[in-house]
């Protein structure tokens, strides 16, 4: 049950994708987020979509796997697309009571609900194709001018890490934890809405007791290799450019230069001949 | 009586992380039989176990209780959780109550019964494990590692399983613990008559006590049989990472050299009966 969670798990396919420097891959995320609020034209979704579908063919991750992933923001989504629907002002063309559809609502609620859904599969992606340590890496190697102005890029590395480490870790114990109280006759899913949130605290508390105890074990294991962290470590992976790192960086400046042409310059075009776009 | 037929298992199918844990296991597990689990770590032992009691749904195979399908649409598999007890490895990770007694309570009050009987029963299943009644009211984050772990199987038993399986009940514990945990199956085995199904590293502890023993490897059942019948074959054991007690290895050396001992033996009593037997010929 709990596995179905995908957001920030890792799927090894071994693609190009999953090669590519870690940087790359942040910095691709970044621009690609940043470009999502670039365009408003019909075409500009066309170019982002299309690259999107590309990139998903190419990291070789299920389209289905990604899906399931949206679940946990299934009700963000539909949110998104009811308030716009309902809420923005122009043309009606129905209506029952208060509620009113106009033309520019449908738009914008079309236009908002996938624009949200690049954003979460965009960013997925990468951390599908990125393991978590890859991307704590990525971070700290890119971030590193930070460190100048005193900002301790290599202790939040670290939790981060950390904290991306546990999480498979604590979910597995959770379901451990659900299975074994399962055996003793607990229901989860059953019962008023009352008994559920009771149902939750045979879990929680042993939930909670085995995080701390993980946390103080593994204090104690780095206070005992006396970590030290940032200073005079050295890496047996340094990061380092290859060939088709800096030909990702190139591709996502053509995405750039595409995008912006294609909004800003052949959308008025198309406008002009098919002017209900 | 449990009856697995082809049973096999694969964790998320359908994905590049799609791994098989269990291929065709069939079993009969029938009433009151006292049944060793041994295989190497990732043989597919803990997957099979959690099959009996319908927490996992094989991919492939039926499993039936008495003879019904247990994932019939109509069986109900809460009510098999409380006919198949499975006490988890380290089961101790799953006290959460504030004292002794309200957690051992947990599995007969889920089961909706009459106050006086889930008190009866909670009693019951303490004194069996050993829990002296001072304790009762302790908190169990209060009790050693052995004491909680008792507690934890208290919870179990207290459903009045007819089938009790543990995995590893014994991992982690010192030798003291070890003794007191396994003391306390055997007499669950007594007092009750209930079948019991240990899975276990430590082939000493299987020989001592099981009439039957069951070998994992690669998700399948390699041997199935008396101890006697099982740890014969030590030297394949070996092979797959796992070993005879050391009693057997004892007696099988022993009939290489010539000592004529009728057979490997699987207990150090049996050793012994043999060896003096031999001796007074």
Not at chain 2, 107 to 123: A, D, I
Not at chain 2, 126 to 150: C, H, M, N, W
Not at chain 2, 175 to 200: Q, W, Y
Request: aromatic share 10%; proline share 4%; glycine share 6%.
């Amino acid at each position: 049950m709990l596995r179905d969670i995908t957001i920030g798990q890792y799927y090894p396919s071994g693609s190009v994708l999953h090669r590519l420097d870690p940087r790359v891959k942040l910095f691709w995320t970044l621009l690609y987020i940043v470009s999502m609020f670039v365009f408003n034209t019909f075409l500009g979704y066309v170019v982002a979509g299309v690259t999107l579908i590309v990139l998903i063919k190419i990291s070789r991750v299920p389209f289905k796997f990604m899906v399931k992933g949206l679940k946990a923001v299934w009700m963000l989504l539909i949110f998104t697309l009811v308030l716009n629907l309902f809420m923005t002002s122009g043309e009606v063309i129905w209506q029952w009571k208060f509620l009113k559809l106009t033309r520019e609502g449908i738009r914008t609620a079309v236009f908002m609900g996938l624009r949200l859904f690049f954003l979460i599969i965009g960013s997925s992606l990468m951390t599908l194709t990125t393991t978590p340590n890859q991307l704590t890496d990525g971070l700290e190697t890119g971030l590193r001018g930070l460190k100048k102005i005193k900002v301790p890029v290599h202790e939040l590395a670290m939790m981060m890490s950390i904290a991306l480490r546990f999480i498979p870790i604590l979910l597995e114990e959770t379901d451990k934890i659900m299975k074994a109280q399962a055996a003793r006759g607990a229901d989860f899913d059953e019962g008023k809405f009352k008994d559920r949130v009771k149902a939750l605290v045979p879990i929680f508390v042993p939930l909670f007791v085995s995080a701390f105890r993980r946390a103080n074990d593994l204090a104690m294991a780095m206070e005992a290799r006396c970590y030290r962290g940032d200073v005079n470590r050295t890496r047996m992976n340094p990061l380092k450019y290859k060939q088709i790192d800096r030909i990702a960086y190139l591709l996502q400046f053509v995405y750039l230069a595409v995008l912006i042409c294609a909004d800003k310059l052949l959308a008025p075009l198309l406008t002009k001949v098919l002017p209900m776009l | 009586m449990l009856y697995l037929d082809k049973v096999s298992y694969t964790y998320s199918p359908g994905t590049a992380m799609a791994m098989p844990a269990l291929h065709e296991v069939s079993l009969e597990i029938p009433d009151g039989q006292f049944i060793g689990i041994i295989g190497h770590t990732g043989s597919g032992k803990s997957t099979l176990i959690q099959h009996l009691n319908g927490l996992v749904k094989p991919t492939g195979g039926v499993i039936y209780y008495n003879g019904r399908d247990i994932w019939d649409e109509d069986f109900s598999r809460k009510e098999l959780r409380t006919k198949v007890g499975l006490v988890f490895q380290y089961p101790e990770h799953q006290l959460f109550e504030t004292t002794v007694v309200k957690d051992v309570e947990f599995g007969p009050r889920n089961m909706k019964l009459e106050n006086l009987e889930v008190q009866l029963r909670t009693f019951e299943a303490l004194k069996t494990v050993g829990i002296s009644d001072e304790l009762y009211d302790a908190s169990p984050f209060d009790l050693s590692g052995g004491q909680k772990r008792r507690v934890a199987i208290a919870g179990v038993l207290a459903m009045k399983p007819e089938v009790l399986v543990l995995d590893e009940p014994t991992a982690g514990l010192d030798p003291a613990g070890r003794d007191e945990i396994l003391e306390a199956i055997f007499r669950i085995k007594r007092e009750r008559n209930i079948t019991v199904i240990l899975v276990s590293h430590s082939m000493e502890d299987v020989a001592r006590f099981v009439d039957r023993i069951i070998v994992m490897e690669h998700g399948s059942v390699k041997y199935d049989g008396s101890p006697k019948e099982v740890f014969r074959n030590y030297k394949e054991l070996e092979e797959i990472g796992l070993a005879a007690p050391d009693v057997t290895y004892l007696t099988a050396m022993l009939r290489e050299r010539g000592v004529g001992l009728p057979d490997v033996a699987t207990t150090v009593e049996e050793a012994a009966d043999m060896i003096e037997r031999y001796c007074k010929h």
